[in-house]
């Protein structure tokens, strides 16, 4: 049976020792690819599955991290779903457990009970979390964590961030460059370190090209859909013939209140995004947005909680991924050498 192999038997096989095919199939440093390769191969071909418990007695861990998730992802829109989805394929690619954390009556007290306790190893906290109260003490709890996505106020927390300014300078400099006159922008919190950001995108873009911005072209909003669909009117409002929504879920709300009022996109008014967790619905064009990596931000994020739990005092590390564009139908197709 596949349960009775052993990592001998796959060693052996491999023609490595025990402890180089172990070192191989939990990814750590000191194994050539090849060899690495090759150990993963025989494993997979043997049916070997390692004894988690184990591991686990021998390492002092409980190979589970907590996904901390703030309120606003409860509702599981298309960002919560992506970046939990991508999370759990992340642990479990790394052979770690993926427990989901959110709020409860004493929720900070609850997830240090998880640790001291030995059921989790560290937190990864998502974005939308960031500022509310319990998530805030848990940062102070010296608690092995990363978050995804940039804090406003402190520099000591390991993160994963997406790269927010360039690409929205270079998706707002796309509806320029396609012959955009007037682009209009509605932002996410200013509270939030990625709207601000995606802002500053925006405004480099026109800074560029050496125009001037209207101060009355930016709207700013909740980053949900319902949000910008109640902007629709404002937007048409403004003599805007482009709109840079800086998330998807306010694109897709802003291309249905286009739509019902007969608007045409992109010859009326081209839109574009940032996230790419916009589907396309029937008869709703395929949104122009930036695209988030989310299975490499939560790789990186899983890879440098694991690091961290490696080192008793870690410094603070930073990771920046690197997203793309997506060009659509709601903006006009890109001239030859843009993007």
């Given at each position: 049976m596949a349960d009775d192999v052993t990592l001998g038997e796959v060693a052996r096989k491999s023609g490595v020792s025990m402890a180089a095919a172990s070192r191989a199939l939990n990814s750590k440093d000191g194994v050539r690819p090849?060899?690495?390769?090759?150990?993963?191969?025989?494993?997979?071909?043997?049916?070997?599955?390692?004894?988690?418990?184990?591991?686990?007695?021998?390492?002092?861990?409980?190979?589970?991290?907590?996904?901390?998730?703030?309120?606003?992802?409860?509702?599981?829109?298309?960002?919560?779903?992506?970046?939990?989805?991508?999370?759990?394929?992340?642990?479990?690619?790394?052979?770690?457990?993926?427990?989901?954390?959110?709020?409860?009556?004493?929720?900070?007290?609850a997830v240090q009970n998880l640790i001291g306790d030995g059921l989790i190893d560290g937190v990864i906290v998502s974005a939308v979390a960031i500022g509310e109260r319990w998530v805030e003490e848990l940062l102070d709890a010296r608690v092995p964590t990363v978050l995804v996505g940039e804090h406003p106020r402190r520099s000591d927390v390991s993160v994963v961030n997406?790269?927010?300014?360039?690409?929205?300078?270079?998706?707002?400099?796309?509806?320029?460059?396609?012959?955009?006159?007037?682009?209009?922008?509605?932002?996410?919190?200013?509270?939030?370190?990625?709207?601000?950001?995606?802002?500053?995108?925006?405004?480099?873009?026109h800074e560029r090209r050496g125009l001037e911005i209207d101060e009355r072209m930016i709207f700013h909003s909740d980053f949900d859909r319902?949000?910008?669909?109640?902007?629709?009117?404002?937007?048409?409002?403004?003599?805007?013939?482009?709109?840079?929504?800086?998330?998807?879920?306010?694109?897709?709300?802003?291309?249905?209140?286009?739509?019902?009022r007969g608007i045409k996109m992109p010859d009326d008014i081209a839109i574009a995004g940032f996230d790419g967790t916009s589907e396309t619905e029937q008869g709703v064009p395929a949104l122009t947005t930036v695209l988030q990596p989310f299975q490499e931000i939560a790789n990186t994020a899983?890879?440098?909680?694991?690091?961290?739990?490696?080192?008793?005092?870690?410094?603070?590390?930073?990771?920046?991924?690197?997203?793309?564009?997506?060009?659509?139908?709601?903006?006009?197709?890109?001239?030859?050498?843009?993007?």
């Open positions: 090849e060899v690495r390769d090759r150990v993963r191969l025989v494993a997979e071909a043997l049916g070997y599955r390692p004894n988690r418990a184990a591991r686990n007695l021998a390492g002092g861990r409980s190979s589970v991290v907590g996904f901390v998730v703030g309120s606003g992802e409860l509702r599981l829109d298309s960002y919560g779903a992506s970046l939990v989805q991508s999370m759990a394929r992340a642990a479990d690619a790394h052979d770690e457990g993926l427990m989901l954390l959110m709020d409860s009556k004493e929720p900070n007290v997406v790269e927010n300014c360039e690409s929205s300078a270079q998706i707002v400099g796309h509806l320029l460059d396609t012959g955009c006159r007037s682009v209009a922008t509605v932002t996410g919190p200013m509270t939030r370190v990625d709207a601000s950001l995606r802002l500053q995108g925006y405004r480099l873009a319902r949000s910008g669909y109640e902007l629709t009117e404002t937007v048409v409002a403004c003599g805007a013939d482009g709109v840079f929504g800086s998330n998807d879920e306010m694109s897709l709300g802003l291309m249905r209140g286009f739509g019902e899983i890879e440098t909680l694991l690091r961290l739990m490696e080192d008793s005092d870690p410094p603070p590390l930073e990771q920046l991924v690197i997203p793309e564009i997506f060009f659509g139908e709601t903006t006009r197709n890109p001239q030859p050498g843009e993007g």
